[in-house]
């Protein structure tokens, strides 16, 4: 177990505040949730004020105190509270208990806040969990359907808690599980009249929008004269049926919660969530429906230009250690580039996700390229300079020597020839001179090609036939040092031309193997919800209620196109 990772918050905090009509993520517990590495379990408690939800989230933090119970409701910032615990039961992952603070509460009545409080908790959390008092009401149904029609998507899992139950729980005299009690209050009523429908709307939208539900129901936990001071008393002052529902409750919870997710299995982290929680407070403020797709797309451009960095900061720090300038032939630098290259690709695919057209991975490439271009530069010149400096430690002497008239004497100039090419042989032996070796002596001597010249036209020792055979000699010897030079840099080019087609196919292999990892994730994912979908619509059939079991049908096969038509990506 790693230790060091494991959160210590000796209590709540509040997370999102809602003053005056105005939502605001706090920026201290940002800070804790950007501390948070491991997975996060979020399980998240929406419901009236004053219905014990409060006490319920201290059970599953395992402690006594923690969110402050009703007697303080007053005090007490209106919106969502956070509590990250490691988790009791699912090692490496963090617990983070979302409590929502006066829903429903008349004198800090606000029911759009209300609302959004609502939506966000849904939207953060992995389980969500309503509590109410008594039974399963229409009030409920109403306030609950309501917010599936704020956000989009949902994927938490929704546990319904009830408070104070005193049914007995039968049908047709016979006994039913909480779980059976849930279903029959989601069912639905025969009938077209206006009372019927308003009936009917919340529950076929609660179904649709959870498609698995789980319902845990609670006795009063103490007389009532107790209830006001519920969490001074003892273990044994309790109603022992409250206690074990409770242990139930939260051995459920910590056995069936899951990691939150994001679309294509992105797990989600405190840096994560604490985007999301951004996103969604910033989609509110400006006026826009929190949107789960639009959260991701931001969480995924924050990533994906990490992720770009991350790559970059690899390579720089691959061809730094490796590459010593000048290499001996470009090739040599080019294949330290590709294998850097491959390794920083590597690390980008890893840590991307929908990297919309990808413009992340498109950027990375240019960033690439420019870099091996700079080492491509930067070679010539470290290859240029060193052998600019060797040659004239080299060839020095022999100029001092020219200036000083050693060879302006009869037979001069073949001792110059001579001398030179002992020279040229000298500098050839040297080793690790770079690219730029024979360019550079090649305009070296280019540059002292009339000092030759005129030692050649005065020296009297040859006759002007042998002058003239000279000369000619010469400019072969250059053409052909020219000509070599073009071939040199075909060559080169060829190679550049080569290493930027290998880069291309580089970038589009990994790309293409983790399209297709995530495009099986997709499908899968897909299945699962249509699966779900199709639940539904059985059951709706069986229920009686053909019509909204076709409307479902065509949303499932609508889905189900969609998949087909598969999601296109242009390739770089
Ligand atoms: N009747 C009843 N009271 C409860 C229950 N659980 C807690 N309480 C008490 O109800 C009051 C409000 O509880 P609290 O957890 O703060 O409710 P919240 O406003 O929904 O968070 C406190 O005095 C608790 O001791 C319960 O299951 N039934
Ligand atoms: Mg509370």
């Known amino acids: 177990v790693d230790m060091a990772s494991e959160i210590h918050m000796p209590g709540p905090v509040c997370l999102i505040e809602n003053i005056n009509g105005k939502l605001t993520a706090d920026q201290e517990a940002l800070k804790i949730l950007s501390a948070v590495t491991q997975p996060v379990v979020v399980v998240a408690i929406v419901g009236l004020y004053r219905t014990g939800k409060s006490y319920l989230m201290n059970k599953l933090a395992g402690k006594k105190k923690g ?56 939207l953060l959390s992995s389980t969500f969990v309503y509590n109410s008092m008594g039974t399963i009401n229409q009030q409920a149904m109403d ?83 107790y209830l006001i001071k519920l969490e001074q008393l003892q273990e044994g002052e309790l109603n022992p049926e409250f206690v074990e529902q409770v242990m139930e409750f939260c051995s459920y919870i910590f056995s069936h919660s899951k990691p939150k997710t994001l679309s294509g299995n992105i797990i989600v982290n405190g840096p994560r969530l604490e985007s999301l929680v951004l996103t969604y407070v910033n989609a509110i403020s400006s006026g826009d429906l929190p949107c789960m797709e639009n959260a991701v797309l931001a969480l995924a451009q924050i990533e994906n230009s990490a992720a770009v960095q991350k790559a970059i900061a690899h390579y720089d720090q691959q061809m730094g250690q490796k590459v010593q300038l ?79 008239g050693i060879f302006s004497k009869p037979g001069g100039y073949r001792l110059f020839i001579q001398k030179k090419q002992e020279l040229k042989n000298k500098y050839n032996q040297v080793p690790r001179k770079g690219i730029e070796a024979e360019e550079t002596m090649r305009k070296y001597l280019e540059s002292k090609e009339d000092v030759a010249d005129a030692l050649l036209r005065t020296d009297q020792s040859l006759t002007e036939k042998e002058k003239e055979i000279e000369v000619e000699r010469i400019k072969a010897e250059s053409a052909e040092a020219a000509n070599k030079m073009l071939e040199e840099m075909q060559k080169k080019n060829e190679q550049m031309m080569e290493q930027k087609e ?16 995530d495009r099986a994730q997709l499908l899968e994912e897909q299945e699962r919800t249509i699966a779900l979908k199709l639940q539904e619509q059985q059951r709706l059939l069986e229920e009686g209620f053909a019509k909204e079991s076709k409307k479902l049908q065509n949303e499932i096969e609508s889905i189900q196109r969609r998949s087909q038509r598969g999601s296109q990506c242009i390739i770089l």
Not at 502 to 515: A, F, G, I
Request: with cysteine; glycine share 4%; charged share 30%.
């Open 67 to 122: 969110f402050s119970l009703g007697s303080t409701v007053q005090s007490h910032t209106k919106g969502i509270w956070m509590w990250c615990v490691p988790h009791p039961s699912m090692p490496n992952h963090t617990l983070v208990l979302l409590d929502t603070e006066g829903l429903g509460d008349v004198e800090k009545g606000d029911n759009q806040n209300d609302s959004w409080i609502f939506a966000l908790a849904i």
């Open 143 to 225: 306030q609950l359907h309501y917010v599936t029609e704020l956000t989009d998507r949902i994927r938490a899992t929704f546990v319904w808690t009830l408070r104070d139950f005193s049914l007995e729980l039968e049908a047709n005299g016979q006994p039913i599980t909480a779980d059976e009690y849930l279903e029959l209050s989601l069912k639905l009523k025969k009938g077209t009249d206006q009372k019927t429908q308003s009936f009917n709307y919340p529950r076929l939208c609660i179904r649709k929008f959870f498609p698995k539900t789980k319902c845990f129901i609670f006795d009063r936990p103490a007389q009532r004269k």
């Open 326 to 404: 000048p290499t001996e032939t470009l090739q040599e630098l080019l294949d330290l580039h590709r294998a850097s290259e491959r390794e920083a690709i590597e690390i980008f695919i890893k840590s991307s996700f929908k990297d919309v057209d990808q413009k992340f991975q498109k950027d990375l490439g240019d960033q690439l390229q420019a870099k091996r271009d700079d080492y491509c530069k930067q070679n010539v010149k470290a290859s240029t300079d060193y052998c600019e400096a060797l040659l004239r430690d080299i060839f020095g002497p022999l100029e001092e020597d020219v200036k000083q």
């Open 502 to 517: 290998k880069s291309y196919q580089e970038h589009v292999r990994q790309l293409t193997e983790k399209m297709e990892r």
